[in-house]
């Protein structure tokens, strides 16, 4: 059989009946419209501000994928735990420093789910090792930031805090739109409104109507 790169040769081997591409890393129920689930051997990029990385590994994770967490403060894991990380199930090495991508080479030998915070934009022959490192040992790896040549992408387009009411209160909770884009087979652009989090502290899905009427909330870009 003659094909065109690492996703259709896997569609053809499976059509055959000769291999079957495994299983995707889980993520929560309201991202699902936007990922289906983290892809082992792929790199996908988010906003390396907010929630929304630790949103990925609180999927993963709660489906009991062994992940881990690299370059991410204390303040980084208690949040992954709000959102319903099982942090039983997470490695945490919170500043690498220079080292980072050696420990993240040795992670993805070891866990499903590889989250880095690096300290610079990733590209060249160090994001291709990596990436063809993750595809080796069946890994996914998030980035929250640049990664040149992430399969996925995915970035708030705007937000709208939920809670005070003529200046008084608490913030109550955050609705934000999350656009994902990419390449391949994730090259159709996608959006959607969440709680990122909730009122409950939890991540589902946002009733855009709602979001549209609702007078007590502040809209903040990103």
Do not use: K, Y
């Not at 969440?194 to 990103?222: C, F, K, N, Q, R």
């Amino acid at each position: 059989m003659t094909v065109r790169g690492l996703e259709q040769a896997e569609a053809a081997l499976a059509g055959a009946g000769l291999a079957a591409p495994p299983e995707p890393v889980a993520v929560l129920p309201a991202l699902r419209t936007l990922l289906g689930g983290l892809r082992r051997g792929h790199a996908v990029s988010v906003d390396a501000s907010g929630v929304l990385p630790l949103a990925l590994l609180a999927g993963a994770t709660a489906a009991g994928a062994w992940s881990a967490m690299v370059g991410f403060s204390e303040f980084g894991v208690l949040a992954a735990a709000d959102l319903g990380a099982d942090l039983g199930r997470v490695v945490v090495v919170e500043d690498p420093g220079s080292q980072w991508s050696e420990v993240v080479a040795v992670l993805l030998t070891s866990v499903e789910l590889v989250l880095v915070r690096p300290p610079a934009p990733v590209g060249g022959q160090l994001a291709r090792r990596l990436v063809a490192l993750a595809r080796r040992n069946g890994a996914a790896l998030v980035c929250a930031g640049d990664w040149e040549g992430a399969q996925t992408r995915l970035h708030v387009a705007s937000s709208l805090w939920v809670g005070p009411d003529g200046g008084a209160g608490h913030l109550r909770g955050r609705r934000v739109r999350v656009e994902a884009s990419g390449r391949g087979a994730g090259a159709r652009p996608r959006s959607a409104w969440l709680w990122l989090p909730g009122p409950d502290g939890t991540v589902s899905g946002a009733d855009l109507e709602a979001i549209e009427s609702a007078p007590a909330e502040l809209d903040v870009a990103g």
